[in-house]
């Protein structure tokens, strides 16, 4: 079984672009203990699916930047587009660090934790997740 699937790989790159594009800080476990060993451990080990490498490489390249690999998690592409893009814009303009903590779906409902935050901010992340059960 490939943990990287052509849907995750298409999903994956659509959420790292929005990373990207909005210069998301680091998450929760994208570090070198973490993130840089297993994906580090799946390039070194001859992983079998060479679509899979560029994003991989991707990823060690986020990590070596700062920026969120999603090795912790992200979401699907149309929840990616659809939601997290209004919210970082709304985010940043209520002052947020662009430092997060997590992001994925857990349960088919929508989980965004970020490291700092204020009253303003963790309303408008709430009506994000609720807009994702609609």
């Known amino acids: 079984m490939s943990f990287y699937n052509k849907e995750h790989i298409q999903d ?10 909005f210069q998301i800080g680091s998450g929760l476990n994208d570090n070198q203990e973490f993130a840089g060993n297993f ?14 490498i560029p994003i991989i490489q991707r990823q060690l390249h ?9 090795y912790d998690g992200f979401v699907p592409r149309e929840c990616t587009q659809k939601i997290l ?5 709304d985010l940043i303009n209520l ?26 901010i963790q309303e408008r992340i709430c009506i994000a997740m609720a807009e994702w059960q609609s």
């Open 39 to 52: 994906l580090r451990g799946l390039l070194d080990g001859g992983y079998e699916d060479a679509n899979a």
């Open 62 to 70: 986020f990590l070596q930047m700062g920026l969120y690999t999603a």
């Open 95 to 120: 002052g947020w660090n662009r430092k997060l903590c997590q992001v994925k779906l857990k349960f088919d409902e929508l989980r965004f934790y970020v490291y700092d935050s204020n009253e303003s």
């Open 12 to 21: 994956l790159n659509v959420f790292l672009d929005w990373v990207e594009c």
């Open 85 to 89: 893009t209004p919210l970082a814009k």
